[in-house]
């Protein structure tokens, strides 16, 4: 049974930082990318960042390049989201979610095989 636990959630001022992480547990890994997405109130979920745990390839949404780093420690099976420079528009509830590493370039929902729980992140002075 695949299980993603996400941590790292929380209540941040604009300009901050946080660093999310993503544990995957109950599949290979190496043929599958792992990827944040994002849902605001009143919004659509969004892909924002999917990382291939095979050969790391790496994709992002405009609106988070230059500022949201994705990396990935295979022996942990864990992936990390290092958010700097936050916005109150990145304020949603963030989940993490595995899908075939093929389509790490498209990164949207629709490709979505597992989704996390989702960790609450709130950006406000």
């Known amino acids: 049974q695949v299980q993603l636990v996400e941590s790292g959630g929380g209540l941040e001022q604009p300009g901050g930082s946080l660093r999310l992480s993503c544990a995957a547990s109950?599949?290979?890994?190496?043929?599958?990318?792992i990827g944040w997405f994002r849902q605001a109130p009143g919004k659509e979920r969004e892909g924002v960042s999917c990382v291939s745990m095979g050969d790391g390839s790496t994709y992002y949404a405009d609106s988070v390049k230059g500022r949201f780093t994705a990396s990935r420690d295979n022996a942990k099976n864990t992936v990390y989201l290092h958010m700097n420079s936050l916005k109150p528009e990145d304020t949603a509830v963030y989940y993490c979610?595995?899908?075939?590493?093929?389509?790490?370039?498209?990164?949207?929902?629709?490709?979505?095989?597992?989704w996390g729980q989702g960790t609450q992140v709130t950006v406000s002075s």
């Open positions: 109950g599949l290979t890994l190496d043929a599958y990318a």
């Open positions: 979610a595995t899908l075939p590493a093929a389509l790490v370039e498209l990164c949207g929902p629709d490709w979505v095989r597992d």
